[in-house]
């Protein structure tokens, strides 16, 4: 049996769904204050003085009236629908059991971020120095700053 956390220096990994689903449902209230595409999607996250950053590196749906199936790690073009998640704020977000994430923001509009198949498919860092990975075939871990 593998113990649900464990230690390297003064980082925690965290293998409990619980622990994951938790922090996840921290999101809401953050506002999406940047766009960025690189070879990935990256949204900038900010609510008052905390800042978070959801990066997407595969595939994904999104829904702002109708949908589109993306992936980030394609044609950079086909991002654009997605730059209109600006100033949205985020309402819910929901970790599936599957390792996909879900989440709803102002206007109707919903993300479901799919796990990926041999890569880390999307990451979240949040404020309090806590970074989640979509790990492959839908496993999630979470690491924790202890020195913070």
Not at 5 to 10: F, L, P, V
Not at 40 to 55: I, K, N
Not at 101 to 130: F, I, K, M
Request: hydrophobic share 45%.
């Amino acid at each position: 049996m593998r113990a649900p956390w464990t230690i390297s220096g003064s980082v925690v990994h965290e293998m409990s769904d619980s622990v994951t689903a938790a922090a996840v449902l921290k999101l809401a209230g953050f506002e999406v204050t940047q766009c960025m595409v690189d070879r990935a999607l990256s949204l900038a996250l900010r609510r008052g003085d905390q800042s978070a950053v959801l990066r997407i590196e595969g595939s994904f749906r999104l829904k702002l009236g109708q949908e589109w199936e993306l992936d980030a790690s394609g044609d950079r073009l086909s991002l654009c629908p997605s730059l209109q998640l600006f100033g949205r704020v985020i309402e819910s977000a929901n970790l599936l059991g599957t390792g996909e994430l879900e989440v709803v923001l102002s206007g109707d509009a919903r993300l479901l971020l799919y796990s990926g198949r041999e890569y880390e498919a999307w990451t979240l860092s949040l404020p309090n120095n806590t970074l989640i990975v979509s790990g492959a075939e839908g496993g999630v871990s979470v690491f924790r700053d202890r020195s913070t």
